[in-house]
Nanobody, 118 residues
Framework: QVQLVESGGGLVQPGGSLRLSCATS????????MAWYRQAPGKQRELVAS???????NYLDSVKGRFTISRDNAENTLYLQMNSLKPEDTAVYYC????????????WGQGTQVTVSS
């Protein structure tokens, strides 16, 4: 059974930082391409960042220089380090992964809420 479980969301002030984690099971993690998506109220889900099985990364323009996607293959875990957070980063963040060539991939986590507010 494939499972992706996010953690690390919460309430943070503008300019603050959070690190999201996505723990995976039921897959050979190092072979997966992975991504983080987010969805704000009233908006469509958007791709925030991705990382391939070989380590190639890509970012949404609005988060470049602030967010870093990474993976720990020994721990089967995906991370999203979020710095200099802005209110417009407020959304539910979803872990996504699989074996397809392009995102969105076939497996999804349940989501974790990130709220940036003073």
């Amino acid at each position: 059974q494939v499972q992706l479980v996010e953690s690390g969301g919460g309430l943070v002030q503008p300019g603050g930082s959070l690190r999201l984690s996505c723990a995976t099971s039921g897959v050979i993690f190092r072979g997966l391409d992975m991504a983080w998506y987010r969805q704000a109220p009233g908006k469509q889900r958007e791709l925030v960042a991705s990382i391939t099985s070989s380590g190639t990364t890509n970012y949404l323009d609005s988060v470049k220089g602030r967010f870093t996607i990474s993976r720990d293959n020994a721990e089967n875990t995906l991370y999203l380090q979020m710095n200099s957070l802005k209110p417009e980063d407020t959304a539910v963040y979803y872990c996504n992964g699989g074996y397809k060539m392009f995102p969105p991939y076939e497996y999804w986590g349940q989501g974790t809420q990130v709220t940036v507010s003073s």
